[in-house]
């Protein structure tokens, strides 16, 4: 397992990060997995002996069970809490009234010390806006999440599903402001769909922000369920629950590529998907769920899979984006530019 700095700070996170979102189990979650505590426990232990030290979570997360039952297994495992990073999340819906979500101070203030409650933890390492909300200004939610990092509640913050102007914009406020700045971006990034490769990474790789990627594989389509030969072999989470948006013809045609390297390298192609991942410059860290060991342990053994340039080539040929205006304009235009 490899350690990479989140973002411009000193901070080191696994290269792989254990995701929370199929414990326990509550509404819309059930999609995702309903693990009780007893797996969850395992599963924990099992991430943290293969070195990860990173866990991310959210408040909405089986409208907070998952944030419950990640304290209860760092403490039934007697893990240490200051050699784990926790990351967890703020802007869903909580409660049925009309301040029970989005990114105000009242409702950043509150759910802050409920996560803090529900985790059984003193401070949360990475607090991260889970969305924008276009009924609070970026202002008001930058001065609340300066505040918990001035209290000691909150170590560093980040944002997540944001546009590049977005990301800009906040950057923008808080050196304007002197506030505290955003640290990492979690976003969804794939070899499948490689749209944060217009806007996003090079503003994070300009701005030296760290990249968190959710649904590496996905959403299962990348999983090794599905091919050419048929939709799905075994079923998976796409059969109940069809997300994240993906163009499914393009995949399969890069599927028959990953499945070919994978062949030579006596791999799995949710190996590949991962370690493609981990060899784009501007991953921190790729977060990984699981709801049995066998999927974690294939998920921890990705990190040891090297890809040749020949493999990275035609991995990026079959995938790469669709040029479009202004990127095909800048590229021509740079080109004399370029050492």
């Known amino acids: 397992m490899k350690y990479n700095f989140l973002g411009n700070t000193g901070l080191e996170v696994s290269e792989l990060c254990m995701g929370t979102m199929t414990f326990g189990g509550r509404g819309m979650w059930t999609a995702i997995g309903t693990l009780p505590q007893e797996q969850v426990n395992a599963l924990m232990k099992q991430a943290v002996d293969g070195g990860i030290n990173f866990i991310d979570t959210a408040n909405v997360y089986s409208e ?53 409650s529900r985790l059984n933890m003193d401070y949360i390492d990475l607090y991260q806006i889970h969305g924008f909300d276009s009924a609070t200004p970026l202002e008001e939610t930058l001065e609340a999440l ?49 749209d944060l ?24 389509l990348l999983s090794g369920k599905y091919d050419r030969n048929s939709e799905s072999k075994e079923g998976g989470r796409r059969v109940n629950f069809d997300f994240p948006p993906v163009n499914k013809d ?36 790729v977060i990984i769920g699981a709801n049995k060991p066998t999927q974690l342990s294939e998920n921890l053994d990705s990190v040891n899979i090297r890809l040749t340039k020949d493999e990275l080539k035609q991995l990026d040929d079959v995938s790469k984006l669709t040029p479009e205006y202004p990127g095909w304009m800048i590229e021509r235009q740079g080109a004399d530019r370029k050492r």
């Not at 990640?70 to 409660?95: C, E, F, N, P, S």
């Not at 300009?206 to 649904?215: E, H, N, R, T, Y």
């Not at 062949?263 to 998907?273: G, R, Y």
Request: aromatic letters at 4%; charged letters at 20%; one cysteine or more.
């Open 64 to 116: 907070g069970l998952s944030e419950q039952m990640t304290g209860q297994a760092i403490r039934v495992l007697g893990l240490k809490r200051d050699d784990l990073v926790i990351a967890t999340k703020v802007r869903g819906k909580m409660g049925d009234g009309p301040n029970n979500s989005g990114l105000t101070k009242k409702h950043i203030l509150q759910q802050a010390d409920e996560s803090l």
């Open 146 to 194: 300066d505040l918990l990092m001035k209290s000691g509640k909150v170590r560093y913050i980040g944002c997540s599903n944001l546009a590049a102007w977005q990301i800009m914009k906040a950057l923008g406020i808080s050196a304007q402001n002197h506030l505290s700045k955003f640290v990492s971006l979690q976003a969804y990034y794939t070899i499948a769909s490689r």
């Open 197 to 220: 490769e217009r806007e996003i990474v090079p503003l994070l790789l300009d701005q030296k922000i760290g990249l968190m990627v959710w649904s590496p594989l996905a959403g299962g």
């Open 250 to 285: 393009k995949a399969i045609d890069i599927i028959d590529v990953m499945q070919e390297v994978a062949k030579e390298k006596k791999v799995t192609v949710a190996q590949i998907a991962l370690a493609w991942l981990l060899h784009q410059p501007a991953v921190t860290t």
